[in-house]
């Protein structure tokens, strides 16, 4: 089945910084990588997604990435700010009827003020 | 807006218990999942429903039962609850074919 890789676990940037999350996956046929971002307390919610017709996606100060030969894509967070400190999630699913979706292992983001 | 409810948000069970969670949606969604979410190891597949009545196993089935009666409403039962299976439970909906997933806010569920 499908694995995904996410990297770091944790990251630490100073407000206003940049912020790159990492994913690797191991299925050729996957082909929709969406993001999610778990506040406290709360459920994941998607922030950003992209398909594998595409090699960049961006909305604000969120743009996503994608090298299907190498099987890798991140998420880049520009201008970091405080309220951006969650828990991050990559993902990927290779459609179909069922969608099921394989989620990374997550990466802890703090944005120091 | 999509709203997702699960039955409870803290849960404490003894081990040999038998614990029904239960979400409900509100958007006429077709798949419905049931995840776990553990430090360190993300978000696993426990099963998913693509309609009523049909489920679909997912990565970690085992020690697990789930239940889909009516559309908007997908049940995971425990049917004996074990301590390794203290953890967060999320649920979440979606239309098919890679679209968002809408996860309500979890369970915590602690098993003594």
């Known amino acids: 089945g499908e694995n995904v890789e996410q990297h770091p676990s944790t990251l630490s940037v100073q407000e206003g910084d940049s912020a790159v999350i990492k994913c690797t996956y191991s299925?050729?046929?996957?082909?929709?990588f969406p993001w999610y971002k778990q506040e406290l307390g709360k459920g994941p919610q998607l922030i950003i997604d992209?398909?594998?017709?595409?090699g960049e996606k961006k909305d604000q100060r969120i743009a996503v990435t994608l090298n299907k030969t190498a099987k890798h894509f991140s998420l880049h967070i520009t201008e970091t700010q405080p309220e951006d400190s969650a828990v991050y999630f990559c993902a990927a699913s290779k459609g179909g009827g069922y969608q099921k979706v394989t989620f990374g292992t997550g990466t802890k983001l703090q944005v120091i003020p | 807006d999509v709203k997702v409810t699960q039955s409870s948000r803290y849960l404490v069970k003894r081990t040999g218990e038998k614990v029904f969670l239960e979400c409900v949606q509100d958007?006429?969604?077709?798949?419905m999942f049931w995840y776990r979410q553990d430090p360190g190891l993300g978000l696993r597949l426990i099963y998913f429903?693509?309609?009523?009545?049909?489920?679909e196993k997912g990565d970690i089935p085992e020690g697990y039962s789930v239940s889909r009666e009516k559309k908007e409403r997908f049940s995971l039962i425990l049917e004996s609850a074990s301590t390794n299976q203290t953890s967060m439970y999320l649920c979440a909906s979606s239309l098919p074919r890679n679209n968002e997933q809408f996860f309500g806010p979890g369970t915590r569920l602690t098993v003594l």
């Open positions: 299925d050729s046929a996957s082909n929709y």
């Open positions: 429903s693509y309609d009523v009545k049909m489920k």
């Open positions: 992209i398909r594998s017709n595409v």
């Open positions: 958007m006429d969604h077709e798949n």
